[in-house]
């Protein structure tokens, strides 16, 4: 039986496979799931995949685990108490504490504010005076 795309109207829904890649904070994840996906549009409906989902969270909760070790590395190489790196990024006295646990993800600008300090850790000074 031939099932009509519902999502663009021109098309015919197919059982298959397709290939995904996902960007996640400048890291790519490639994996491949199964659903019903239009031959005219290409877009579907992809079926909840246990395993898939695992592997997509075991590559994020990687990526996360690399952020927060990569802050600490950088904390440390500027010689910065938690407190003080996060009075610099602007966040609470724990904030740094539970970005380096993991319990908190960063927001992107404390990130890139460190990692420009990492190669430029002559601005900490400038910073600091505010």
């Not at 109207?9 to 799931?33: C, M, P, R, W």
């Not at 996360?64 to 966040?91: F, P, Y």
């Not at 504010?113 to 190669?119: K, T």
Request: proline share 3%.
């Amino acid at each position: 039986m031939q099932r009509p795309c519902p999502l663009c109207g021109s098309g015919t829904l197919h059982d298959g496979v397709k290939a995904i890649t996902q960007n996640y904070k400048g890291h790519i994840f490639n994996s491949e799931t199964h659903g019903a996906f239009c031959d005219h549009c290409a877009d579907g409906f992809a079926e909840f995949n246990v395993e898939e989902e695992a592997a997509w969270l075991a590559f994020r909760d990687g990526v996360d685990a690399a952020e927060a070790s990569e802050l600490a590395r950088i904390r440390h190489k500027l010689k910065l108490t938690q407190l003080e790196a996060a009075q610099l990024a602007g966040g609470g006295k724990n904030a740094f504490s539970r970005y380096e646990r993991g319990q908190t993800k960063p927001l992107a600008a404390v990130i890139n504010l460190f990692r420009l300090l990492d190669r430029h850790p002559e601005l900490l000074s400038e910073l600091k005076r505010g």
